[in-house]
């Protein structure tokens, strides 16, 4: 059973153990995720060379792939990475951006669970939808749906590809495709600020890195940006001053502030 | 005739239907470029691979090319989201960043222009005089010159291509090759800030997205760099606050706040 | 014999003459190592395209080179910027990210420095260390070393390659093979925020752009930093609020600051 204490626990194990994650993600959000992935306390590294895949791989916890502004060569380094993270029995946690506004997104994301080696897919509900083959539209990649839809859909996905789900939404789902947990807390402006769902996705792989149980990193990472965003919105004015404060928040959260502003339930 | 009114209608529009602008954009903007769409309201997506350009491009209401990094790879993306979005009647706005400082910027910007489908340009003063030919070189993309000299410039440039020019500086000016409206307001903060050029140009995106008046688009894009350029600096004590406060005047301010701080004139 | 006087006279030069600033860098600090230089006063270029190399080359004051998310297309821009910057007498600074955590990297950064032409280096310990061989493994970009085994490192590579070396860390250290300084100010959030290594080499590289003296600018460079460093900690409340303030201290930092924050001695 997950709580408010798995989040808790996974956060200091990170600030512990500083887990070096290696991101392969996109140009929007390579800044904002390093910030954030410092100021939880782990040690970003963000490189797509083929040439250094391995070696970079070889010493990190975990590996982030994210397909947020994919091109051919970019998805060639996913499949690469991929590839050498199961190798290497290093955790991987996709974030499928965008997956069911093109083909390529769809697809790319489709590919990269097919050929096996991701734990964790993190994604909004519509992006989830469309790689599980239940919705068929996203409108960009900040939409919000209700959370009995995002359950059906993240229990079918995980089912399928054996893997946990983590959708986030006005109320997270996370799901290893057998037991199913909500996260509530974060704030509105979380989708007025871009590269929300990315720092998700990264804060989750922090969380992987130290951690057996990708399910109880998920449902921690999800709860650790719950909190953040709760910690946050109260010291902001604005999406501008709220980026900001949520970097802070990363840093400075307590173990009071997530069993205040946190609530995990099992569904 | 446009007037604040004008600036306050399409503010109010953005934020009432939320569309989805796609930007094929520099590496250096495409992080604070997207958070000053979502704050103003609008969707943004940022990608730039051929193979799902004409998807992404038909969900959106505008389309964004700037070639601040640009590269041969990406200048075939820019020409080929020109076409798609001409064949799918969706308005295209071109911030020519740089042009004048390297003819391969200089050309590709009007090469884009030659070929057609844009209907707007947002530049700063030296990059529409390299494009109009009426000037020669540009120092950085920072340059600030009087605005009778860009008035003439943005005159010339949008009666060669038939588009709207828009020329930020301390005094905006925007003209269709016939009426030439200036803007004022804005912050002394701006230019010290990266890419606020480049969000100019992406406001101006998502006013052309929800209005079927590109040059009207233009002025009130226009106008609400200048409120919340107005906005922000009262809250700031430098370029980092400024950044940052600027983000969430986007999305506070209100139609008193454009009455007070931005001018509208017909010249 | 350089001092707190070096720093200011170099930063109020800068802020004088604005000079540009060219730089061929990573992805992930483009957008803050931007807002950094405007900051300080300089006038910054991203640009990467062989195509345009030279003429951008030609009219900035300096061209930083910086590893961060290489790519073999890019390592080629990298070689051609420093052959036409050493054509045209302009100063080059690299900045070798995570040499020593690959071999794409340690071995790009020695062939650039091999070929010649750079006239300053700016890393961390380990990546210093990695390249002078005096060290075998970076976790990360953010390590941090006492700064005896970092000098030992600095001299070495500075004797190797006839350049400045200046190491980042707890206290930094400024070598041009014979003389050694140390500069001492800043703060521990400067570990948290990503790109801070990467600014240091920008705002190093901005002092060689109006200095004829290399080992000068880097001593000064790095006193910069130092001081928004300082000025920065005590408005923050953790890494997001601090890497906006520090971007505020680069604009207003006065000469009294410098005296008060920061400390230069040569060793």
New interface residues.
């Given amino acids: 059973m997950f709580s408010a204490a798995t989040v808790w626990d996974n956060i200091d194990k990170v600030r512990g153990s500083a887990p ?1 994650v290696h991101s392969i993600t ?7 995720t ?2 954030a992935l ?2 939880a306390g782990a ?7 083929k ?2 895949l391995e ?2 791989i070889k ?1 990190s916890g975990a590996l982030v792939l994210n397909i ?6 970019w998805i060639e380094s996913m499949r690469m990475g991929a590839s050498i993270a199961a190798a290497n029995y290093k955790p991987v946690i996709l974030d499928p951006v ?1 997956a069911g ?5 769809t697809e790319t994301a489709r590919s990269l669970l097919e050929e096996g080696g991701i734990s964790v897919v993190r994604g909004n509900a519509s992006e989830i939808m469309a790689l599980a083959g239940t919705g068929t539209s996203t ?4 939409s919000c749906h209700d959370s009995s839809e995002a359950e059906k859909s993240a229990l079918a996905l995980a089912r399928k590809y054996r893997c946990v789900v983590a959708v986030s939404g006005c109320t997270d789902v996370v799901t290893d495709g057998e037991a199913v947990y909500t996260v509530r807390g974060g704030s509105e402006y979380m ?5 929300m769902g990315c720092i998700a996705t990264a804060i989750c792989g922090a969380h992987m890195a130290i951690s057996e149980d990708s399910f109880a990193a998920a449902v921690s990472g999800m709860g650790c940006m719950a909190a953040a965003g709760g910690l946050a919105e109260v010291a902001s ?5 709220f ?7 990363l ?2 959260m307590t173990e009071n502030d997530i069993n205040r502003l946190v609530e995990v339930r099992v569904v």
Avoid: C, W
């Fill in positions: 070096v996109n140009y929007v959000v390579m800044n904002s390093a910030n410092l100021s040690s970003p590294i963000m490189a797509h060379a040439e250094e070696e970079l010493i947020g502004t994919l091109s051919p060569e965008g506004a093109s083909m390529l997104r409108r960009g990649v900040d989708a007025l600020v871009t590269g004015n604005g999406p501008g001053t980026a900001v404060q949520f970097i802070d928040a840093h400075k």
